[in-house]
């Protein structure tokens, strides 16, 4: 596994396709790891003439992880958030979109189509916003502008999301269930979990790295980024909002405010998708990332110091 050091920390990356091409940067979601990109996902996108890169963000996968800082207290991060204070954290989105374009930058490339899921959709805004000469186009799928009026997670969902998960060495059974249960539920009804796919790949992500923690500190710096619309109103790129109908971890709403408050950005909303990337919907989301990235017209920038 390639591992590059910047922003101060390892990330561990690979990469697809023909390294002249423009490239596209996967960025996953809130506790998950690089390999929720699927080899077949990505390959759909290399097939299309581009080099696309994933990688495991801070606190996830192969990545470099925080564990010297302290076991999140949900609770009293939400205190400290209601009470009008700012909580100390270990890090925020804004340096996860730094860890972004630094992974550009160690691999020589100028510019990079940027594509994110979930928390990935967020840490994507922010480099479009942070860094526009950076970012060729934005694709932020299941994800919120953080606008404090929109509909929240459903209770149900956030402590099944939230409450402790067995310890997958001790109790690899129970730990499956209980990400199975999750994944469930978060699935929409038009494209139901292929369990055994989810199954192989929460193997994969616990062989690669279990680190409980990093979730927590993930969510933190999800939540003292706050109401983010001034940032998106910035944005110049060609923007593309996918969002699932049926999702009922950041409700469409989130998605279509993300889409109203960036300007120019297309709104698609996909009917029967909860929140998740079933492999049944790959070609719609692959047309819409490049759909997306040919509204940039002629290709005049290089991808490519190289």
Request: hydrophobic share 40%; proline share 7%; glycine share 10%.
């Amino acid at each position: 596994m390639p591992i590059v050091k910047t922003n101060g920390i390892n990330l561990a990356y690979d990469s697809l396709g023909d390294e002249s091409s423009e490239a596209i940067l996967l960025i996953a979601g809130l506790g998950t790891q690089m390999i929720r990109w699927t080899i077949s996902f990505c390959q759909q996108l290399a097939d299309r003439g581009y080099r696309v890169i994933r990688f495991d963000n801070r606190d996830a996968g192969c990545s470099t992880h925080f564990a010297d800082r302290q076991i999140l207290d949900f609770g009293a991060l939400a205190a400290t958030l209601m009470a009008g204070q700012r909580p100390d954290v270990p890090y925020t989105l804004d340096d996860m979109a730094d860890d972004a374009i630094g992974l550009l930058d160690a691999l020589s490339i100028d510019q990079a189509h940027f594509v994110g899921r979930s928390m990935g959709g967020m840490i994507a805004q922010v480099a479009a916003s942070k860094y526009p000469e950076r970012v060729l186009s934005l694709t932020s799928i299941m994800a919120s502008s953080g606008n404090p009026s929109l509909p929240q997670a459903e209770p149900e969902v956030m402590a099944m999301m939230t409450k402790p998960t067995p310890d997958p060495i001790d109790n690899e059974g129970g730990f499956l269930e209980h990400s199975l249960a999750f994944a469930r539920r978060i699935a929409g009804t038009g494209y139901p979990l292929d369990e055994e796919t989810h199954r192989a790949l929460v193997r994969e992500e616990v062989r690669r790295a279990y680190d409980p923690g990093g979730f927590g500190r993930q969510i933190a710096a999800i939540a003292v980024a706050g109401d983010r619309r001034p940032q998106l109103a910035t944005i110049t790129a060609p923007t593309l909002v996918m969002h699932g109908a049926e999702d009922p971890l950041i409700p469409p709403a989130c998605g279509k405010d993300t889409a109203s408050t960036i300007p120019g950005a297309e709104f698609m909303l996909i009917t029967g998708m909860g929140h998740d990337l079933p492999a049944a919907l790959y070609r719609t989301v692959v047309d819409g990332i490049e759909r997306t990235a040919r509204r940039r017209g002629p290709q005049s920038a290089k991808a490519s110091k190289g």
